[in-house]
């Protein structure tokens, strides 16, 4: 599965990528905004990639067919999980680094990143990419097969640094289960930084700056 992807450059030969993945039902232009609101110029020229999820039959909202990352088949996010579905994700979004790579980003200058289902497979893939990324930020999202991570984990990327952030009024992600993801990541060693703010669903210009700083400190100039 190759995903489409939409990508935005901010200068000639990008010496750094951002990769970003969409959440439930949108598409890879919903965070395009975002890349314009983010000052980078310290960092040097910088790739965003935005790729899109396949359409696919979402349980939860009755099975109607909506780009997805994986099938959501319940309220209970970790009780009933699409394992098969974020497998297959992680595997396209295996082709989307190695492409950035082969264009001549190398692993340490790639940053993945995502909101809600983008959120939870930035950390899945992420943790589990056998080179070094420069880190891995997660928006109003959790880990998923946590149970797993301990044994997946790849140890090019048991130092990344994480950047975790949720709304404390989200009622589709509850800020319970984003903690429980952070603290799951600190009992493994990560260098987890933690953001929430009085928000539901969503993200506020706070956190933009947040992550913003966040990003000028891993991705520091290359030499």
Known sequence: MSLRTIELETGANPRASIVLMHGLGADG?????IAHELKLAPVGPVRFVFPNAPVIPVTINGGHAMPAWYDILGID????????GLRRSQAAIE?????EVSRGI?????VLAGFSQGCAMALMTGLRHAQRLAGIAGLSGYLPLAGTTGAER????????????HGQMDDVVVISRATQSRDALQALGYDVQWHD??????????EIADLNHWLLRVLQPAA
């Open 197 to 206: 703010y009085p928000m539901p669903h969503s993200v506020c210009l706070e």
């Open 106 to 110: 190398p692993a340490h200058r790639i």
């Open 29 to 33: 232009s919903d965070f395009v905004p």
């Open 77 to 84: 996010l970790a009780r009933r999980e699409d394992e098969a």
């Open 95 to 99: 082709e989307v680094l190695a492409r």
């Open 154 to 165: 790849h140890a090019a990327n048991a130092d990344t640094p994480v950047f975790l952030a």
